[in-house]
């Protein structure tokens, strides 16, 4: 038996064929050839016409004995001696065709060998039939682990299918499983990943992103066993929908499996990120990513329902929303502190520093204008930063008819007359801020002329009618000289005047004077 010593003895005997008892004084050798060869060695004499030798084979076969006495082959050799396998001591486990299992593919069956071994690995021929079998595990994920196999016959179990459906480095072991506890292992092998599988695909879309900013999003392509593929696995493509639409893209291919992606979201809300290959979705798609806004850029002022500012009236409050927003035009949200309020046109109420943003938005805000005049804007700049915002244009028109100028043509005091020649005045209709009324005009929009100091002795009484608020030129004449004459206006229930200027009479002669100064 293989494992096990083997003892040869040899007896001497007499040319007559009687056994020696005593020292025959010859050496005897022994060579093996055969299963398990040795070179000629000595056997053991022990001086009672015997000779002892012995060996351990290792190998299960025929070996046979060539033995001599003083250099003469004895009765019969050689000897034949046939080595039994011994007990079964391991279990080899191996590709079906013999040899290491080579790479195979996770969820891909594949066939393996497994044989009965003794201790020098002989196959066992005794482990067979009934009760001789063994149980299956792995150090990957071994599909029914632990598989009982079907029984071996002459120590082989010739064909035993496998499944596999993790990837990495892994070995297979068989354990007997009754009479014994013995047990072996394959060598190791390598496991790849299977055919891409889209619906067990997967990526990471961020759940939250800012505006202004690249959303990226990777992927990973897998198997349908959930394996990562580390090879070119398709084209996978990227549709985003939602506060953001983004026509479909193909993600780029990095080859080794993964894909990358990327968009940068303008508006503030959820996106619907949807990624494909063909028409099938990956696992989870569509994604949501919640995009907020970006940092504060500006600011953006409208009336209080989020439109632009309309025609307002000098002197009257209005009220005016102010948004904090990001470079996309989102709502900063997170601002919350105040801004400072100019304008184009003199603000009499609401200048200034205003009350504190409550999410990005003052609701609110009230503000008088007084200067009359189209494309007149209204600025917000950031109290503690050096963001600002401006209105779009917008007209403010006059307030109500309030009081009248009465100025020379073409505007300003009117200076020293001549009494009894004509001279041009200029007559503007005013509000309480001094806009000119342009309404009044035309019709019955006139004034009543008149003066005091002075007599108008033409030019006095009804008026023509004004034109957007003027009346220019309007031809008087004052009489007799006077220091302090003044030009008044009336009409619409409102009055005028203008500043007291000199009336200068005409030259006399006989009234004339003369001052004379001493000399020296």
Known sequence: TAGSVTTITIQARDAAGNNLTTDPGVAAQVTISGANPAAAAAATNNTNGTYTFTYTPSVAGSDAFSITLGGTPILGSPYLSVVGAGGVSTFLVEAAGGGAITTQTAGTSFNIRISARDANGNIVPSFTGAGNTVAQTSTGTLTGAPITTGTFTNGVLSSQAVTITNTGTFTITATRSSGGAQNGTSTSFSVVPGAVSVSASTAVVPATGNAGQATNISLQAKDAFGNNRTTSSGTFTVAVSGANTVSTFNATNNGDGTYTAAYTPANAGTDVVTIKQGSTNISGSPFNSVVSAGGLDHFLITNTSDNPITTRTAGSSFDIRIRAKDASNNDVTTFTSKVDITSTSTISAGGGTTLAFTAGVLSSHAITLTTAGANQTITATNS?????????????????????????????????????????????????????????????????????????????????????????????????????????????????????????????????????????
């Open 384 to 520: 503690v930063g050096p963001e600002t915002g401006t209105s779009s244009s917008f007209t403010v028109n006059a307030g109500a008819l309030d009081h009248f100028n009465v100025e020379e043509s073409g505007g300003g005091a009117i200076p020293a007359q001549a009494a009894g020649a004509s001279f041009d005045l200029r007559f503007t209709a005013r509000d309480v801020n001094s806009n000119i009324v342009t309404s009044f005009s035309g019709g019955s929009n006139k004034v009543t002329v008149g003066a005091s100091g002075c007599t108008l002795t033409s030019g006095s009484g009804l008026s023509a009618a004004f034109s957007s608020g003027v009346l220019d030129p309007k031809a008087v004449t004052v009489s007799p000289a006077a220091s302090a004459c003044t030009i008044t206006a009336s009409g619409s229930s409102k009055s005028g005047s203008s500043n007291a200027f000199a009336v200068i009479g005409p030259i006399s002669a006989a009234t004339s004077t003369v001052s004379v100064s001493a000399g020296t």
